[in-house]
């Protein structure tokens, strides 16, 4: 039972490149999500999906798009990657009253 | 709209002393609150929730909070504080769990906690 897992770990892009963020869970929870996390601030939502076949913006959606492939998995795709999108990713899930993070990603743009 | 504050970007006390964590929140009906520890390098963990009942609730690793209505604070606070609590800290608030937007939480920008030996 790995919980919520995250692919690659780490990556360097260049400015303009694209590239998908992986997500999978097996604890067949409906809800996940897609968090950012700079340096001195908390996590902010980019994308969110209730259930399967949904998605919806968060709080920063602008320059990425995402997938809710099935209930598994929950990509995160930056079209045109710029040095702004340098960050850490959290992909998470929810049920019952509780959120589950996974280990995230750490991209850099240069 | 929900927004939390945690007034102190870098706390640091000595080992053994006692430990005090602030957050403010803002959220226009019944907040779910939440603490969360990230040591570096690391994903969040839960360190404790709240939604109801005792406003004093216990969690994970000796920590405690506090929920204060009328002061719009959940305060988080260990009696002795170990070398390995040194981490960061981050407050979050959200809907309640019967709420279709349960899980859009909004986080503080955290407080990193150093521990002087």
């Known amino acids: 039972n790995a919980g919520v897992t995250q692919t690659p770990k780490f990556q360097v892009l260049k400015t303009g490149q694209s590239m998908t963020l992986q997500c999978a869970q097996d604890?067949?929870?409906?809800?996940m999500y897609w968090y950012r996390q700079d340096p001195g601030m908390g996590l902010r939502l980019i994308y969110y999906s209730a259930s399967e076949g949904t998605t919806d913006k968060g709080e920063v959606p602008n320059g990425y798009n995402v997938s809710r492939l099935n209930k598994r998995e929950f990509s995160l795709r930056l079209e045109s990657a710029a040095p702004s999108q340098t960050s850490v990713y959290f992909c998470a899930t929810y049920r019952g009253d509780t959120q589950y993070f996974g280990p995230g990603t750490r991209l850099t743009v240069l | 709209a929900q927004s939390v504050t945690q007034p102190d970007i870098h706390i640091t006390v000595s080992e053994g002393a006692s430990l005090e964590l602030r957050c403010n929140y803002s959220?226009?009906?019944?907040?779910?609150l939440f603490w969360y520890v990230q040591s570096p390098g690391q994903g969040l963990q839960l360190l404790l929730k709240?939604?109801?009942?005792?406003?004093l609730v216990q969690g994970i690793k000796g920590f405690e909070a506090e929920f204060k209505r009328s002061q719009s604070s959940f305060n988080l606070r260990k009696p002795s504080v170990h070398w390995s609590d040194a981490a960061e800290y981050f407050c979050?608030?959200?809907?309640?769990?019967?709420?279709?937007?349960?899980?859009?939480?909004?986080f503080g920008d955290g407080t990193t906690l150093t521990v002087k030996p």
């Open positions: 709240y939604f109801s009942g005792d406003t």
């Open positions: 604890m067949n929870h409906n809800s």
């Open positions: 959220y226009g009906a019944t907040p779910y």
């Open positions: 979050a608030v959200g809907p309640p769990p019967y709420n279709t937007n349960a899980g859009k939480s909004t």
